[in-house]
């Protein structure tokens, strides 16, 4: 911390969120100075709290909407911002069916809002939070950045748009720097139990699903399927810690600052443009492989029943790391028992979550 003192300000949209809070702390830990904005439309100002806690600083925090440009301008003329981590966006791969213009009114326009806004303020630094989904069904394992793209639900689309987007900026001024990072499957929670993942409604992902039967909220998991041509006929992802995940953002934010400072700049006018990075761990697991290792670690039984393959879903996905890894230095440490623990210790210290109750 000492010798990175005072680095650039950040400022982070979306940071009350699940992997937005665990990046706070990252960025703090690293020496970067943020400002969060969030509508807390999906997440409570309990996160914020506990992360200014965590960190013993209070965390500057604007409650705003991406798609605000007032607001969003009042805030980068207060602040001399180097660059925007940019988490804001909905996510519930159901709810973007049946609301497909919400998704992208949220996604898309308020991303393009955002950088209307930042290139007003000559703010031209950006990591975007892109998703392993605008793969689709991949051709080939593991899936490098180079792969095809395709999706088949307003969510994925909204973030394939907003990567289209970015592309078409990068050829058009030279000056943007704009790290798309696609995350695989994020898991986990803060070592502390403190902050973690706490879903509105019932689950839809796997992790929260299998840690609220643990805990006793769910009677049993279904498994979506148990005849992919995978090791155990049950779906295989790339689950990647949150904590990794958050280092993998300043891993990001550092390649960003290098990359950028004059010597560099004096080399190369364009010296990053578009840049797409997977943020994975390169390894698959199977839903039976991540069930018994949570029973192991939890001691809870996890029950289960096999039903008919969820719509839209594909066999197998799992991240090539070696760009993260050349490019950026980063790579996954955690191991999935480290995941499963850290998910249960903040499932059992909150069982309700954030709320209070
Ligand atoms: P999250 O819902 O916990 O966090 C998103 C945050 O953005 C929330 O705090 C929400 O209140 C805020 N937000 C949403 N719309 C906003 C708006 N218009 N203005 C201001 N704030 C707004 O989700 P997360 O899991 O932390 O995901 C963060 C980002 O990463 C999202 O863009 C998501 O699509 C992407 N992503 C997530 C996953 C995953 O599995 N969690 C995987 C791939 C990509
Ligand atoms: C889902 C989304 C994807 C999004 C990602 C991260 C779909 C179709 N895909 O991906 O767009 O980027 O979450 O938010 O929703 N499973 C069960 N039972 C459950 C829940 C999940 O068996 O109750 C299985 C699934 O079939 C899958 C695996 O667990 O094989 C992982 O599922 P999930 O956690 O939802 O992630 P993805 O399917 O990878």
Redesign the pocket.
């Known amino acids: 911390m000492s010798e990175n003192f005072m680095k650039n300000k950040i400022l982070v949209?979306?940071g009350?969120?699940?992997?937005?809070s665990h990046t706070c702390i990252a960025l703090h830990e690293a020496g970067y100075d943020i400002v969060v904005?969030?509508?807390?439309?999906?997440?409570s100002r309990e996160a914020i709290n506990r992360v200014s806690t965590l960190i013993g600083e209070t965390i500057e925090f604007v409650e705003?909407?991406?798609?605000d440009n007032e607001l969003l301008r009042e805030v980068f003329a207060l602040h001399e911002f180097f660059g925007v981590i940019h988490?804001?966006?909905?996510?519930a791969v159901g709810e973007s069916v049946v609301k497909p213009l919400l998704y992208y009114n949220?996604n898309v326009s308020?991303t393009i809002t955002l950088l209307e806004v930042m290139s007003e303020y000559n703010v031209k630094n950006l990591v975007f939070?892109?998703?392993?989904?605008v793969y689709g069904d991949p051709d080939t394992l593991p899936i490098e950045e180079s792969s095809k793209r395709s999706c088949a639900n307003p969510y994925g689309q909204s973030?394939l748009a907003v990567e289209y987007i970015l592309e078409d900026l990068a050829v058009s001024d030279d000056s943007w720097n704009l790290i798309s990072l696609r995350?695989f499957?994020?898991v986990g929670a803060h070592a502390s139990g403190q902050i973690g993942?706490d879903p509105n409604d019932i689950p839809n992902?796997l992790m929260p699903y299998v840690s609220q039967v643990a805990i006793g909220k769910l009677e049993k998991l279904s498994i979506f399927g148990n005849d992919y041509s995978t090791i155990d006929g049950t779906g295989v992802r790339d689950f990647i810690h949150v904590t990794d995940l958050a280092q993998g953002h300043v891993a990001a934010l550092d390649y960003l600052e290098q990359q950028t400072s004059s010597e560099i700049y004096s080399n190369t006018a364009s010296p990053i443009g578009f840049l797409p990075i997977n943020l994975g761990t390169g390894k698959g697991t199977s839903v039976l492989e991540l069930i018994s290792t949570f029973s192991d670690v939890s001691g809870q039984a996890i029950p289960y029943q096999f039903a008919s393959r969820r719509a839209g879903d594909i066999a197998s996905c799992y991240a090539s790391s070696e760009k993260a890894k050349n490019l950026l230095g980063w790579q996954a440490e955690l191991s999935i028992a480290d995941m499963c623990k850290d998910t249960w210790h903040w499932q059992s210290m909150n069982p309700n979550g954030y709320t209070m109750s």
């Open positions: 949209t979306g009350a969120g699940y992997i937005g904005y969030d509508n807390l439309s999906n997440s705003g909407d991406i798609r988490f804001a966006g909905l996510k949220n308020g939070s892109s998703s392993a989904t973030k995350y499957n994020p993942e992902n």
